[in-house]
């Protein structure tokens, strides 16, 4: 009994993989959690403006840290901060000094060094090389992403100035502790790979690596780098997560034949102490197609102090020639203890190709009084036993009470655990928008694979006939659409003059054409610009004649549909083909293309890039969509109609900058990667997806209004890249559950830099978890409209 007791208190606690867009926690520079004895400076100007008083958003002393004299540009004064532990740094925040109005001193740029044990100092260098930040100014926080990250405890601000001046600063830190404790790796370095097919030579190299490059040797040693920036690479290793890398860059790889290998590839890891391990990691490749695959088998050797132990730990994996998926193979280390691990990984194929390693910990929790008792309780002491008993008895009864509960969660988690772990119990498990009845549910209610049962006829019918997305609409009836039930006019069919297919689905196309004569026939009132006699541009969806006759029917029923929409925002339905098959609706179509593609290839508006006629856009320019976007969703939600995939690829503009949202987003094989397959069936757009229409198949205006938000943010991004670009297609389900459960271990998406902080309340306000928190689109429209000068 007394063993059992023993072993139910020396419970494991685990660290996980660290995802770098949820790690943006304040380090405590201004609630004071870092305090003045961990603030030190190569100089202060006065003792009111010492380095306790960097501190942002504080107007303690004289408002701000500033060195001693005039700032020179040869000179590198510093701010220095100990954070006491290893940390993951994500984001760095400045302010000059503002005290109360009378200061004006700030950075024009400043540069960061760090430190992991204050002997040994690195410069802070970008994915591009580059060490200076941008400037900030008095008053106002200007935050920069650190991209790469930085794993430190010490950190140093170094501001930066081109002219002789006075310099002054405030400062945050963000991120969360590096639970790892790994100091360093040692590994050969990456190699070139010469692809068929493609012209540039892929550099599979780790190029934010911190330590030193042994070129002779060809080895790298004493630092971190991509193995432990949090970023996962893709499938296809020549997809980058990155914005302007190059191909490969998420990948460190090995071929087969690099001199002085034997077959495997050797790694030498170093931590800040003695750990006990659970398990190792690894991110690893799997495109057998070009030759790499994730290793066949790795043997680690521990060593806890001085020499090495003889006996390693030896894993083979399980290869896999079906799913080229990359994906983390964990590796079990038996929970030995060591301060260093030597691995070797041995190849299966001619490339091994890693983007992350971490390591899951086992440490004992702190021993509490009652486990003193228990383990004094097996040979009692006669002259104590009489004045402990009381306390005993207690203990007992409480370890009792413990275990009573963990049974019940035990019983529970068969019941629940396996549903939330991917999703949320079934309808029958509760309803509506009501929290399941989790003692209701059964085996056959879970998520099979990766759909509910329930939901796949909602979810299958999300797409539309021709792969567009259809809206949902409340109470309209198709059993018996026909000719007669269009408003539309009918078009003359060779006056369409193809061009371009722009997508495609189950029994139908969308197809780019030129309408010759267009604005002549749809008369006074026409929607279209005038182009002096010229043909527009307009998006057909075109019904194939083998169409099933529920096909026909769904076609003519969103040909109902969008007659029935006139609003400024939204793509409008322009006249029809339907006297004869193939079936055909004819819609606008923006010269602009889509508002996903039209960001991406453009920067925010800048000096820089007026000098270098670089595409771009203002703040202003964004601020406008985003509330023609909700304006257009204001006038669907007034009709209660849906649109269950609203995103930066649906949202058509002009030259102009006017925005239309649309609908076939879905439909295009350029987006394809934005959607999630469902047994082959049908795809969802899960990135943007509220959690009840992931969980329980319910799409509302509610949400409607969480993927608004996403698409907010990724105005603000300027599509840079996909919403939680981290997490694969399985770990944004797992996320839903999150968010149902509420918990407070939901992932939510980052501030864009770009994005200000009203803005991003306003975002976060979207993904509520409960619906009634939500805005409404009336209150969006409200709410975003005087941000834009009218």
């Known amino acids: 009994m007394h063993l059992f007791l023993l072993l139910i208190l020396q419970l494991p606690a685990a660290s996980g993989q660290i995802d770098p867009e949820h790690c943006r926690y304040a380090l405590g520079m201004e609630d004071g959690r870092i305090p003045d004895q961990d603030l030190t400076a190569s100089s202060r100007w006065y003792e009111t403006t010492g380095p306790q008083y960097a501190r942002l958003n504080s107007e303690d002393g004289d408002g701000a840290w500033c060195p001693k004299g005039q700032l020179e540009p040869s000179d590198s004064q510093f701010l220095q901060i100990d954070l006491r532990r290893l940390t993951f740094l994500t984001l760095f925040g400045t302010q000059g000094r503002y005290a109360r109005g009378l200061g004006k001193e700030f950075a024009a740029a400043y540069r960061l060094n760090y430190s992991r044990d204050g002997q040994l100092w690195k410069s802070w260098k970008n994915r591009l090389g580059k060490e200076v930040r941008d400037p900030n100014n008095t008053y106002g926080v200007f935050s920069n992403d650190l991209k790469p990250p930085i794993i430190a405890r010490y950190v140093r601000v170094i501001p930066v100035t081109r002219l002789s001046t006075t310099v002054c600063m405030r400062v945050e830190l963000y991120g969360c502790p590096w639970e790892d404790g790994l100091l360093s790796y040692s590994a050969p370095e990456g190699q070139l790979m010469m692809s068929p097919g493609n012209p540039s030579v892929i550099s599979l190299n780790d190029s934010t690596y911190d330590g030193v490059h042994e070129k002779r040797l060809g080895k790298l040693f004493g630092g971190l780098g991509q193995l432990t920036d949090g970023v996962t690479g893709r499938d296809d290793f020549l997809a980058i997560r990155q914005y302007n890398v190059w191909q490969g860059y998420d990948y460190l790889g090995w071929r087969n034949d690099t001199p002085g290998t034997q077959g495997y590839v050797e790694m030498e890891f170093v931590f800040d102490r003695l750990r006990n391990f659970t398990s190792m990691k690894v991110h690893s490749n799997n495109m057998y197609s070009r030759g790499v695959k994730i290793f066949s088998s790795v043997s680690c050797w521990f060593k806890p102090s001085l ?30 203890a060591a301060r260093s691990l030597r691995c070797r990984f041995y190849y299966a194929d001619v490339w091994m190709m890693f983007s992350e390693i971490s390591f899951q910990l086992f440490s004992f929790l702190q021993k509490p009084s009652c486990f003193l008792l228990i383990s004094s309780a097996a040979a009692p002491s006669p002259s104590s036993s009489s004045d ?11 370890i009792i009470l413990l275990l009573v509960i963990i049974i019940f969660l035990i019983l529970w988690c068969q019941c629940v655990c396996k549903v939330l772990e991917k999703a949320v119990c079934l309808t029958a498990c509760g309803g509506g928008y009501a929290e399941p009845d989790v003692t209701q549910c059964t085996p056959h209610q879970s998520f099979n694979n990766n759909a509910p049962h329930y939901a796949e006829t909602d979810i299958v019918r999300l797409q539309g006939v021709t792969g567009s997305n259809m809206y949902a609409v ?41 309408a010759e004569g267009l604005p002549e026939f749809l008369g006074e009132g026409s929607p279209l610009p005038d182009r002096d006699g010229r043909s527009v541009l307009v998006a057909v969806k075109q019904l194939r004649a083998d169409a099933t006759s529920q096909a026909r029917n769904d076609f003519l029923k969103e040909i109902k549909i969008m007659s029935r929409l006139d609003d400024p925002n939204i793509i409008r339905l322009l006249c029809v083909c339907v006297s004869s098959d193939p079936l055909c609706m004819v819609t606008e179509y923006m010269e602009n293309g889509d508002l ?23 703040l202003s320019d964004l601020l406008h969509m985003a509330v023609q976007i909700s304006s257009g969703m204001k006038y669907l939600a007034s009709l209660n109609f849906v649109h269950r995939d609203l995103a930066t690829r649906n ?25 999630y397959r469902i047994q082959g069936r049908a795809v969802l757009p899960i990135r943007w997806m509220a959690w009840e229409s992931i969980l329980l198949g319910k799409f509302t205006t509610a949400s409607d209004v969480w993927a608004f938000g996403v698409t907010l943010w990724e105005i603000f991004t300027l599509c840079k890249e996909q919403p939680y670009s981290l997490l694969s297609d399985e770990q944004v389900i797992e996320n839903s559950g999150e968010f149902f459960r509420n918990q407070g271990r939901q992932i939510f998406l ?32 409200q709410a975003l409209r005087p941000h834009v000068n009218q």
């Open 307 to 336: 020499s090495w132990e003889p006996e390693p730990v030896s894993f083979s994996t399980i290869l896999d020639d079906r799913n080229p998926s990359a994906r983390y193979v964990t590796v079990p280390l038996s929970r030995r």
């Open 388 to 398: 402990k008993t009381p306390i005993l008895i207690g203990c007992l009864v409480t």
């Open 474 to 514: 409340p109470a309209l009836t198709v059993d018996s659409l026909t000719r007669k039930d269009i408003s539309a006019a009918e078009f003359p069919r060779h006056q369409l003059i193809f061009r371009e297919k722009l997508g495609e689905g189950q029994f139908g196309e969308v197809h780019l054409c030129e």
């Open 596 to 618: 996903n593609m039209f960001l991406c290839q453009r920067e925010i508006e800048s000096t820089l890039t007026h000098a270098n006629n670089i595409p771009s856009v203002s």
């Open 651 to 675: 949202c058509l503009l002009d030259r102009r900058l006017t925005i239309k949202i649309a609908d076939f987003g879905m439909s295009r094989n350029l987006y394809s990667s934005d959607y």
């Open 750 to 781: 980052y501030a864009p830099p770009l994005c200000p902080p009203s803005l991003f309340e306003l975002m976060m306000r979207c993904w509520s978890r409960n619906i009634t928190d939500r805005p409404t689109f009336e209150g969006l429209y």
